[in-house]
């Protein structure tokens, strides 16, 4: 055995050993003062101070240099190394890390048997001084075992695994397994890969980065043929009426069997089977099965789609929601006598939205009671007056509340339009301006700065200036109006007013080939779409949740539950979620984050008023039922020629060091040892100083 050190350069410290020993040279000796009544009879005498040039306190002095010789040692980091042990490498070292797939793949037929076994006849066959680390991955990579000579450790851990309900990323573990074998400085690094490999699990090009020095061993579990079938897609469509609240569902299935299969699909809504369907599928087809007109009994339906049994019964089974107010509620409000067709293509383009769906109710004022005004999401009084009264009063309380409102003017005359002080309405209207004999007046792009303006989302863009104008109502802005668009001649053509916690907008022409041809252009429906999504205050999110994605729950909520999802503001209790396996989950209100770990419904409570039910479907990634794997030598061929190359001999030496250093610890005596000493130091230096004889000498 042989001393040796991390940081030998910490020994550059030992020139501070000159210390202790200039203090001894140059330490002053003490005197006493003698008190003395007078000195006016005294002459004074000088004393001349005297330095020691000799070491008075040698076995300080020793005390002093050996504690600062062992903090220096310490900080050095020395270790013991064999004498037999080569320079660079451990060469009578392998070390390897066993990659087990867990991903829910492996529950077909007996594959997770299969890689079970595989991976404990590899901890089996290691040599007594070998290191083997295990890593389980799915979506991401566990270190579930450092790197250690213990094999019934490592069989311990393995035996405790199970698959899960993620999907497989090759990447993640290859690159995991990369990082904790960085560290070693074993000749011989292995990374012993058991998969089901499928081709889904990486990307085509998407190779992880592994070193030079490290060589990918691949077990492949044997995939027997199993028939199964699996649900890859459910889609809800709302009904294109825009009255009824009926809903479409369309439920893809695959058949990954080489051979056909007798399939038996049963649709259930909330706890009720409302349609069995006897299948035949071919070998490897892909049929779609559609099931309209379902009507929900409920505001919320809870749905489940399922297949019988077969070789993997986790992809048998699809949830899904469907929600009432998913579909935001839509008055329009026409004139007793409305013009031919005037209402038509606003109508139309509404039956063509999906996110979100409208709910279309077209009337007149004098069809309306003032109480049924909140029941909408959004109004549009389509070239009619505007009422006084209650009603209008009930309006201005519509718009007050977040209700949102937008009005085209026509022929119509207003004679009730309320815009100053706290007025809803914005601008004031005046007479009608129509364009020459022949030409037409343009419209400008949207405020660039406004949420109505084109963004990254190309559905949305809207390109008004192909727009041709033959007619417009004057409207003149007054103070806290904003004009989102004008026309050729800088006359106002859609300008907004905010009242409280609603939006008015108003469109100074018809939704109509009347004064126009907006809505024979393509800028019609986006325009149309986002300015509703605007006035409704829709948030947008998904709807669709998959295991391993985090749901933001509040936003989710308001997508949901449409209009009334109104946050219960005034409570500051945690939002509730009982997820699947009945497990509860508190979830802050501003940082609603919820991860989703199982398939199933998550019940969501305190985020909406509790007349509103929020729920929310999460199901597995139907990509990994695909059978399809890899050509895994191909496949770690590309990953060796893509290798990046290996740390240098030094780099390897330092870290062996550290190896050795790591077990050893032999820094952690040597600091305590320094510590004893420093007591030592101390009550020694004390008692000299307490027996050090005082010479005579007067304080003047």
């Keep these: ?198 081709a889904a699990g990486i990307a085509r090009g998407d190779l992880p980065l592994v070193s030079q020095d490290t060589e990918i061993v691949a077990h492949a579990v044997k995939l027997a043929d199993s028939a199964n079938t699996s649900i890859s897609a459910v889609s809800v469509t709302p009904s294109a009426d825009g009255a009824s609240d009926e809903f479409t569902l369309a439920v893809e299935l695959t058949n990954h069997s080489a051979k056909a299969m007798q399939q038996r699909l049963d649709l259930s809504l909330d706890g009720r089977v409302l349609a069995q369907r006897e299948l035949n599928l071919p070998p490897g087809a892909v049929v779609t099965q559609t099931f309209s007109g379902l009507s929900p009994a409920a505001s919320l339906v809870r749905g489940v789609v399922s297949l019988a049994d077969d070789g993997l019964a986790l992809d048998n089974h699809a949830y899904f929601v469907y929600s009432k107010q998913q579909k935001l509620p839509l008055l329009i409000i026409e004139g007793s006598r409305p013009r031919a067709n005037q209402g038509v293509y606003l109508e139309s383009v509404l039956r063509l939205a999906r996110d979100p769906a409208f709910r279309v109710e077209r009337r007149s004022w004098n ?54 002080g706290d007025g809803f309405l914005p601008g004031k209207p005046l ?88 809505a024979l252009q393509p800028a019609f429906l986006p325009f149309l779409h986002r300015s509703l999504r605007y006035l409704a205050g829709y948030d947008a999110y998904r709807r669709e949740f998959e295991v391993g994605d985090i749901a933001y729950v509040m936003r989710y909520a308001r997508a949901q539950a449409g209009s009334d999802a109104i946050v219960a503001a005034a409570s500051a209790a945690p939002l509730i979620v009982e997820a699947p396996s009945t497990d509860i989950v508190r979830l802050e209100r501003e940082q609603a984050l919820l991860p989703i770990d199982e398939p199933g419904f998550y019940q969501v409570h305190r985020a909406t008023p509790a007349e509103v039910e929020v729920v929310l479907a999460a199901n597995i990634d139907p990509a990994e039922a695909n059978p399809r794997t890899l050509d895994v030598a191909r496949f770690v061929e590309e990953i060796k020629a893509s290798a990046r190359p290996a740390p240098p001999a030094e780099i390897l030496t330092r870290r062996q060091a550290a190896d050795y250093e790591q077990q050893q610890q032999l820094w952690h005596l040597v600091l305590s040892a320094a510590l004893v000493l420093l007591l030592l130091e101390a009550l020694l230096a004390n008692r000299v100083a307490l027996n050090r004889p005082l010479r005579p000498g007067v304080k003047i």
């Design 367 to 420: 069809q309306l009671e003032v109480t049924e005004l909140s029941s909408w999401a959004v109004i549009v009084i389509d070239d009619t007056t505007i009422p006084g009264g209650d009603m209008g009063t009930a309006l201005r309380d519509f718009v007050a509340a977040g209700g949102g409102l937008l009005v085209t003017l026509g022929t119509a005359q207003q004679d009730n339009w309320l815009s100053a």
């Design 1 to 198: 055995m042989s001393l040796s050190w991390i940081n030998p350069l910490y020994f550059a410290g030992l020139s501070l050993l000159a210390l202790p020993v200039l203090i001894h040279l140059v330490q002053r000796q003490q005197t006493s003062g003698i008190k003395f009544p007078s000195l006016m009879f005294l002459r004074q005498i000088p004393w001349r101070e005297k330095r020691r040039l000799e070491i008075r306190h040698w076995l300080l002095l020793l005390l002093r240099c050996l504690l600062l010789l062992l903090v220096m040692f310490a900080f050095a980091r020395p270790f013991l190394s064999s004498e037999h042990a080569p320079a660079i490498l451990d060469l009578q070292r392998s070390d390897s890390v066993i990659v087990i797939d867990r991903s829910y793949s492996m529950r077909l037929s007996d594959s997770w048997q299969q890689a079970q076994q595989i991976a404990l006849r590899l901890v089996d066959e290691k040599q007594a001084q070998d290191r083997i680390g295990v890593i389980a991955f799915d979506d991401e990579a566990e270190v579930v075992s450092d790197l250690t000579e213990n094999a019934a450790n490592l069989r311990t851990v393995i035996e405790r695994q199970a698959p899960g309900l993620r999907t497989t990323r090759l990447r993640a573990a290859l690159e995991q397994a990369t990082r904790l074998l960085a560290g070693s400085n074993a000749q011989r690094k292995r990374i012993l890969l058991v998969s089901d490999f499928q």
């Design 431 to 518: 007479g009608p301006v129509d364009a020459r004999s022949g030409a037409a007046f343009g419209i400008r792009a949207l405020d660039a700065d406004h949420p109505l303006a084109a963004n990254r989302d190309s559905r949305y863009a809207s390109n008004l200036s192909t727009t041709s104008i033959f007619s417009y109502r004057m409207l003149q802005p007054t103070a806290g109006d904003r004009v989102l668009a004008y026309y050729d001649d800088d006359a106002a053509a859609l300008v907004e007013r905010q009242l409280e916690q609603g939006k008015t907008l108003v469109l100074t022409t018809t939704l109509d080939p009347h004064w126009n041809d907006f």
